[in-house]
Structures are given as C-alpha cells and as structure tokens.
C-alpha cells in the first residue's frame, strides 16, 4: 500500500544549527511534492514546493532536495531559530488526477537558544 | 482579505447529532477540500471539489457529506455523528483543479469532540 513516513521523534537542536527533516515513501510515483508547516491549534502553512525533474529547490533559509531514485525528501532550515519551532509536513501528489495531496504525519522541530 | 474561513471553531455534539461545518475563501479558488487530522496521522482527505458544481470522494468520505454551494463556499455534513468522528477539520481551497503543483491555502480548523 501507499505509505509516507516522516520521523514520529520530534528533532531538536540547537539555534544557529541546520535542521534536516525526513520524508520517505513507498509504493508512489508523485510528480510533486510539497513541504508545508503547521503551528499548535493552526492549519498548515505553504513553504515550498518541488517538482520530479528538479533535484533542489531554496527559499531564504529553505532547502528541499527530491531524489525519485531513493524515494526520499530532504528538508533543511539553515541557521535555524527558535521561531523555526513547529511542525513540518511533506505531502505527494501524482501527476494527471485533481490537486489531490496525501500527508505524511509530520515531524515536530524545537529549536533551542 | 481573509483568506479561508472556517465556523465554527469548536463543537461538541453527542452521537447521532448532526452539524454542518462552514468553509468560505475569497481568493477565487477552483479547488476547495475538506481534511481530517487525528493525532499521530497526516491530514486525511474527505471529500474535495475540483471546481463550482462538482464534489468527489477522498479517503475517508464514509460518514460525511459535502455541498459546494458556489464557489467561495464549501460545506461539510455530519449526518449522524460517531466517536470515531472525533477529529480536527481543515478545509483548504487552491487555485488549480490539477496535477499537485499547486500550494493549498488552510483555513484554521474546527475542533470536533463527539461523546
């Protein structure tokens, strides 16, 4: 079946330090995929989004590498602050069909001063 | 400009109640949704309308039923409410109808508590 894990742990580092977030799946072909954040008792929020044929994608302090062949994600904040503090979500979608995305559960970030 | 508004915020009901659950944007999206998030698990797909006039099933439509009554409104029916119903509901609107590359705006959510 269809399947996208993201760590359940949360990650925790410290402020000024690169975090690195994970998103694997398994059984998809996705043509996109999108990184959003979500604060506690808010919806999620937008932050980038990657495409099959691009290998990396930045954004001020925003890195998203996609690599089709490991089936895998990578998230990075760089110089992370405390504010960077949240949740972080990857989501699919396939290419052809409506805008349909299927969420991983998240992997919740604190960043320490 | 709001955005993606939900109402209400809060809502207990006991079981076999039902409620309505309002989704309004005002972006001039085509595309509207309804997800589920319970803890531990991604946002879930209820139902999702691609454009004014159509509905579809997502993944978890069972006990639910939508109604897209223009295109700035959204609604999603709880006809006869389930514990298992007991969830946070996000609606989200996008500006494509297709492929998945387009961003999805979120409104803030209804926290839902069926005893």
């Known amino acids: 079946s269809q399947k996208i894990e993201q760590n359940s742990e949360a990650l925790n580092i410290q402020e000024g330090k690169t975090a690195t977030l994970t998103c694997n799946y398994t059984?998809?072909?996705?043509?996109?995929l999108q990184w959003y954040r979500q604060d506690p008792g808010r919806g999620p929020v937008f932050l980038l989004l990657i495409r099959e044929n691009e290998k990396e994608k930045r954004k001020e302090r925003l890195k998203v590498t996609f690599d089709t062949t490991l089936k895998q994600s990578l998230f990075h904040i760089t110089a992370s602050q405390p504010a960077d503090s949240a949740t972080y979500l990857c989501a699919l979608a396939t290419s052809g069909g409506y805008n349909k995305l299927i969420f991983g559960a998240g992997t919740r970030l604190a960043v320490h001063p | 400009n709001a955005g993606v508004t939900q109402t209400p915020k809060f809502q207990v009901l006991k079981t076999g109640q039902s409620m309505t659950l309002q989704c309004a944007q005002d972006m001039n999206h085509n595309s509207m949704y309804w997800y589920r998030q319970d803890p531990g698990m991604g946002l879930r797909l209820i139902y999702y309308s691609a454009s004014e006039g159509t509905t579809d099933k997502g993944e978890v439509p069972n006990g639910y039923n939508v109604s897209r009554l223009n295109k700035r409104e959204f609604s999603l029916r709880l006809e006869s409410a389930a514990p298992s119903q007991t969830s946070v509901y996000f609606c989200?609107?996008?500006?494509?109808?297709?492929?998945?590359?387009?961003?999805?705006?979120f409104g803030p959510g209804t926290r839902l508590t069926v005893l």
């Open positions: 989200a609107s996008s500006t494509g109808t297709r492929g998945g590359d387009n961003e999805q705006f």
């Open positions: 059984n998809y072909s996705p043509a996109y």
